[in-house]
């Protein structure tokens, strides 16, 4: 198999690199010092047309390929990580509606966020109930033709902004085996209120809170999928947008050894810049190796969602778990090149450090990540 980008995709690729450097680089910082939502990003991506992409034309959207994706996804958060947030935030609703959905809750939620006129959330964790969302505790209790929703979800990511939030409780406690089931909530559903904006060490842009539902009534038409298989359903979604976080992995990775390699080249220590050094090279050249294996496993993970491939999950887990290891390790080396100047805010690579710890824990953390890829490899002997 050959990874390597066809035309069209290299024509992408240039296009989003040139609009994410001109529009949304110059307000990255300033996002990251704000801890707000990032309205101007959002603004922007909106007018490029790169706020929700792979969305079906069908639907209002711009029915690219999810290789294309991922590539969007990297180029962005390369010069911002908040900012790619946004898509991979949309894509959480998006999946499990073209997944799990009818048609017509397809029609109802996909084209609003196609036009710019919402955004997608997504809550299953709990304060309890993260690496095991099996343990959640938030109901949903079947009334007639309606379900009263109660409990709190946490670290929601996008709430307050989301117009529309994939959700998940427990409608069958007593059933083991199909306890949740998923629905889709309306921001503006009577009985949610939403505590404080989480104080995050990264990705500053993106505001992420708790979600406390009270008597909360929705119509049953709004279940996703079927009653008790809330918990596949998430699953199934996530070995899709796992790749996201990935392609997101592999930008802010990209974006630390761009910052870095330029300021080895000016820098001069000893009489000559420090890019002739030895010590330097081999740094650099471990940075760029795992930088591009970890592409090119995000590439074949993508590839795969495309078609749903068998070994998909496998895929998933592997492309985010490596890449998000490596955007680890490549920021901490860009920090420690470019000295002290990358232990200061005055440089990029300060905020590319703490904005790729978190894709080492979002979307299941990479020791969750490590259990599902040993479950894939060992159930085929």
Known sequence: MS???????????????????TKLEPLAAKADEKGEFDQESYDALLEAGFAAPGIPEEYGGDGIDSVSMAIVMEEIARVNASASTILSSNKLGMIPLMLYGTEEQRKTYLPPVAAGEA??????????????????TCMAKEEGDEYVINGTK??????????????????????KRHRITAFMLHADDEGISLGAPEHKMGIRGSVTREMVLKDVRIPAS?????????????????????????????????GAIDQAAEYVTKREQFGAPLAKLQGIQFMLADMAMKTEAARQLTYAAADRSGTQAEDLTFFGASAKCFASDTAMAVTTDAVQLLGGLGYSK???????????????????????????IARQLLKNY
């Open 3 to 21: 990874y390597q980008l066809n035309s069209e995709q290299e024509l992408l690729r240039d296009f989003v690199r040139d609009f994410a450097k």
């Open 119 to 136: 955004m997608f959330g997504y809550a299953l964790s709990e304060w309890n109930a993260g690496s095991d969302p099996g343990a959640m």
């Open 154 to 175: 946490a670290w929601v990511t996008s709430a307050g902004i989301a117009k529309y939030i994939v959700l998940f409780a427990v409608t069958d406690p007593d059933d």
């Open 222 to 254: 709004r279940m996703l999928g079927k009653r008790g298989h809330g918990l596949s359903l998430a699953l199934g979604t996530l070995d899709h947008t796992r790749i996201s976080i990935a392609a997101q992995s592999v930008g802010i990775a990209q």
């Open 346 to 372: 005055e440089s990029p690579v300060e905020r590319m450090m703490r904005d790729a710890k978190v894709t080492q824990i979002y979307e299941g953390t990479n020791q969750i990540q490590r259990i599902v």
